[in-house]
């Protein structure tokens, strides 16, 4: 049986393998030969034997408690580090530490939708890599259609709360969809071969310079996801909402050391032309700092209000005003919704937990959430309201449904 197999590696691996200190030294000199600052790695290598030579790992022999400890130790240092340790069974079959997110047919585009008020929204969970002579790429192809199904909006918000990082050439090409080409913003990465851009290779061919652009960030946001949130705030170019990102931003890769350890080392750091510094520790602080869990709310709502600051009386600002005010009844107090129940035509209202609740025939049902006008909205489709008409003495005899675009139609009350 495997399970069986995978035990007796296990065991044998434990039985024959090299003191905590051997592994620690090897770690130690995986950093002096590869860390991007020479004089920075031997440093933190000699941290790192100093402490394995105080007995700091000695009582470890668990290799997964090992490399856990050994990457704690190292991490404050350089938020890439990160020790692990592979069993022999896994070697055997020949499976290597990760070294980017696994291929996925998303291609690290978790959605794309276009929220009420004409907002685009793009989830990123990590960035697909591509070579740029590939034009036909699936990466390249699929976000450059993400791209497409967002070029009408009046917004577009990129979220990155849960993306961990990826491909530098993803940040460079998203990047020049929203700058000009060609702009002097892109991050330089300095090792010991010589220093290279971040500028893409091939550009955007058509660069969405004016659109508001909205970065959403947490602290699992990281590396070449918060190389992206970086570069567009130092330009000037995005706002970033949310959490403080993770504050890791020196790029490279794994490195085996024997026995199933590896450690990932940084091989080059980056620089900012317009800040002259990077995110390393820090992070990237955002300009609209909300929890993360309320940072695509809060997203929203700025974009909003800054389309409505424009003023108009179109059918778009009254979406706009619609969608707004729906983001802003979040928090509105419950009403007292039980004089409202009741048939109107084929529209039956009901009070369900507590909420009020339409239905029309065979059609899902729809919760209705109140407004400060006394009014409601649906709750999936802020852009469709519901009020009731009211006699002199206050009670309900019809329902209105309108729409943002001036449909509207009424039902009356047929029974309570």
């Known amino acids: 049986m495997r399970w069986l197999g995978i035990l007796l590696c296990l065991l044998s691996a434990t039985a024959h393998a090299r003191p905590p200190r051997a592994t620690a030294d090897a770690v130690a000199q995986a950093i002096e030969d590869r860390y991007f600052d020479p004089a920075r790695g031997s440093a933190i290598a000699g941290e790192l034997r100093t402490a394995a030579a105080r007995g700091e790992f000695d009582a470890l022999h668990a290799p997964l408690d090992l490399a856990a400890a050994l990457g704690a130790r190292l991490r404050p240092l350089d938020g890439h580090f990160n020790v692990r340790w592979s069993s022999p069974a896994d070697l055997a079959e020949g499976v290597p530490p990760p070294r980017r997110p696994p291929p996925a047919h998303d291609h690290g585009i978790r959605g794309v939708r276009i929220l009420p008020g004409n907002i685009g929204y793009i989830d990123l969970a990590f960035f697909a890599h591509f070579e740029f002579a590939d034009k036909a790429a699936p ?49 330089r990465f300095s090792s010991r071969e010589g220093s290279t851009s971040e500028a893409p290779l091939d550009w955007h061919p058509s660069p969405r310079l004016d659109v508001p652009l ?32 993770g504050g890791a931003a020196n790029p490279g890769g794994p490195v085996e050391v024997g026995e199933g350890f590896s450690v990932f080392v940084s091989t080059g750091s ?43 009386a179109g059918p778009a600002d009254t979406g706009a005003r619609w969608a707004l005010e729906g983001l802003q009844a979040r928090d509105q107090p419950a009403a007292e919704v039980s004089a409202l129940a009741g ?45 009731f008409a009211r006699d002199p003495a206050g009670v309900p005899v019809a329902l209105d449904v309108h729409t943002a675009d001036g449909n509207r139609n009424r039902f009356r009350r047929s029974a309570p």
Request: cysteine-free.
């Open 139 to 187: 990466p390249r192809v699929a976000i450059d259609a993400a791209l497409a199904l967002l070029q009408w909006t009046d917004a577009v918000i990129i979220d990155l709360r849960g993306n961990g990082g990826g491909s530098p050439a993803m940040v460079g090409y998203l990047t020049s969809a929203f700058t000009q080409k060609g702009a002097d913003i892109y991050n």
């Open 214 to 245: 909205y970065v959403l960030t947490s602290g699992r946001t990281g590396s070449a996801a918060e190389a992206l949130a970086y570069t567009l705030q130092s330009a000037g170019r995005a706002l970033v909402v949310g959490e403080r990102s």
């Open 270 to 312: 980056p620089v900012n032309p317009l800040t002259g510094r990077n995110w390393e520790g820090v992070g990237v602080q955002p300009g609209l700092g909300v929890p993360a869990h309320d940072a695509l709310h809060a997203a929203q709502v700025h974009a909003l209000q800054r389309r409505l600051a424009d003023g108009g």
């Open 343 to 387: 048939t109107y035509g084929d529209v039956r209202i009901a009070v369900e937990d507590g909420a009020l609740v339409m239905r029309q025939g065979r059609r899902p049902p729809q919760v209705l959430r109140a407004l400060a006008s006394g009014d409601f909205f649906v709750e999936d489709d802020p852009l469709r309201r519901v009020a």
